[in-house]
C-alpha cells in the first residue's frame, strides 16, 4: 500500500472508530435497551458480547483475507457492513433476539476492520509507527466516549436508535474515505506472495498472548458494560451523568494513550511489557469499583480507564512492529484472544451481578485484569527479540 502518512491516520482512525462503536453503544445504552426489550442483565449480556464473540470467531480468518485481497478493499467492505447492522439495529429489531444477530453482524465487520486497518498503517512507510497505532487505538474509547454522550444527548431525548442511525451515516462516510483517499498500490504483490506472507513471531507465543490480551480485554469489556449501569443501580448517580462518567473515563483513555503513542517509537522498554504494568493499575482502578461511593466511583473510573485501557496501543505496536508484513494475521490471531475477553466479560460478569451484585462482579473483574497482566509480562520476550 502506497500511501501519505497525513491520509493514512485520521481516516484510519475514523474507520476504526465507526466499527466498533455499536458494541460500545449497546453498553452505554444498557438503561434505555434493557427498560424497551425488558431483559435482565444476564439476558443483556448475550446482547453484549454477541458483537465481539462473532468478531473471535472470524478475526483469523478475516485477518488472513486482509493479507490476500489487500486492506483498501476489506476495510471499505467492512463499514458498508456495519452500516447495514447499525440501520437494521434501528429500524427493524423489535425483538432483543433480533437485536443481538444484528450486532453479531456488525461484530464481523469490526474485526475484519480492525486487522484491515493494522495491515493499512504497516503497508504505509509511516516514520512513527507506534504514534500511528496510538492514533487509531484512540478510536477504541473515542467510541465509548461517544456512547456515553449519546445517553444524555440522544437516549433520553429522541430515543436510543438514533444512535445507530448516525452510526450508519458515519460508517458510509467513512467507507467513502477510505475508498476515495487511500491509493490502492502502485505494483501490487503478486497472489502467491501476498499468501505466503506468514507471521515472524512463534504460533505459541502468538496464542500465549491472545490469552493474556484475552483476560485484559475481558475486564476492559466489563468496564465499558457496566460501568454506567453501577453508576447508577449500585452508586446512586442519575442517568445522564452516568453515561457522561463513561465519556469521562473513556476521554481519559484517549488522552494517556496519546500521551504514551508520541513516546512509543522512541522508548526502549518492551511495549508487551508496559501494557503488563500499565494495566496492573487500571486493575486497582476497577477494585475500586466495588465501593458503592459516587466520589470513590468517580477516581475509579479515572485509573480504571486511564491504566486499564492504554494496554491495546502497546500490545498492537509490538504485534505489528514484529511482523509488519503479515500485520493484518498477526493481530488476527492476537484479536481473536481480545474478542473473546471482550465477549465473556459482559455475559458472565452479567450473572455475576445478579447472583452476587455489583460489589463482587468488580472484584472478580479486577482479578482477571491482573492474571492477563501477569500472562502478558511472561509472553513479552518473543515480541521484542525479533522485528520483522
Not at 183 to 206: D, F, K
Not at 227 to 251: K, N, R, T, Y
Not at 331 to 344: D, E, N, P
Request: glycine share 12%.
Amino acid at each position: 500500500m502506497i500511501t501519505k502518512g497525513s491520509r493514512v491516520i485520521p481516516v484510519a482512525m475514523f474507520a476504526t472508530i465507526m466499527t466498533v462503536i455499536p458494541g460500545f453503544l449497546v453498553g452505554a445504552l444498557s438503561v434505555q435497551i434493557r427498560s424497551d426489550f425488558g431483559v435482565t442483565r444476564a439476558v443483556y449480556g448475550w446482547g453484549l458480547g454477541s458483537f465481539f464473540l462473532a468478531a473471535a470467531l472470524g478475526s483469523a480468518v478475516l485477518g488472513r483475507t486482509a493479507q490476500k485481497v489487500g486492506p483498501r478493499i476489506q476495510v471499505v467492505a467492512a463499514q458498508l457492513t456495519s452500516a447495514v447492522a447499525s440501520l437494521f439495529i434501528a429500524g427493524i429489531a423489535r425483538s432483543f433476539l433480533v437485536m443481538t444477530l444484528a450486532l453479531a453482524i456488525a461484530g464481523l465487520a469490526n474485526s475484519a476492520n480492525q486487522s484491515a486497518v493494522n495491515l493499512l498503517l504497516s503497508q504505509a512507510n509511516l516514520p512513527r509507527l507506534g504514534l500511528a497505532i496510538a492514533l487509531k487505538q484512540s478510536g477504541m474509547p473515542a467510541a465509548a466516549m461517544l456512547g456515553g454522550l449519546a445517553v444524555p444527548a440522544i437516549a433520553v431525548t429522541v430515543g436510543w436508535r438514533w444512535a445507530y442511525v448516525l452510526c450508519a451515516v458515519g460508517a458510509v462516510l467513512a467507507g467513502l474515505l477510505i475508498f476515495r483517499r487511500i491509493e490502492r498500490a502502485a505494483t501490487p504483490e503478486p497472489t502467491a506472495r501476498r499468501q505466503s506472507i506468514r507471521p515472524v513471531t512463534p504460533p505459541g507465543s502468538l496464542l500465549l498472548a491472545s490469552v493474556g490480551f484475552g483476560c485484559m480485554a475481558y475486564a476492559a469489556g466489563s468496564l465499558n458494560a457496566w460501568l454506567v449501569s453501577s453508576a447508577h443501580d449500585f452508586s446512586g448517580i442519575d442517568e445522564g451523568p452516568a453515561g457522561l462518567l463513561l465519556s469521562l473515563g473513556a476521554g481519559m483513555g484517549v488522552g494517556v494513550r496519546l500521551f504514551f503513542g508520541f513516546r512509543l517509537d522512541r522508548s526502549e522498554r518492551s511495549p508487551l511489557l508496559m501494557a503488563a504494568l500499565l494495566s496492573s493499575f487500571g486493575g486497582v482502578g476497577i477494585m475500586m469499583l466495588a465501593f458503592s461511593s459516587p466520589l470513590v466511583t468517580i477516581a475509579a473510573t479515572v485509573l480504571a480507564f486511564g491504566c486499564g485501557w492504554i494496554w491495546p496501543v502497546f500490545t498492537n505496536y509490538g504485534v505489528v512492529r514484529a511482523n509488519r508484513e503479515a500485520a493484518a494475521a498477526a493481530s488476527g490471531v492476537t484479536q481473536t484472544g481480545v474478542y473473546l475477553g471482550v465477549f465473556g466479560g459482559p455475559l458472565l460478569s452479567g450473572f455475576v451481578i445478579e447472583w452476587f451484585g455489583f460489589s463482587a462482579m468488580w472484584l472478580a473483574t479486577a482479578v482477571v485484569m491482573i492474571v492477563g497482566a501477569c500472562v502478558t509480562a511472561i509472553a513479552a520476550s518473543a515480541f521484542d527479540g525479533t522485528i520483522g
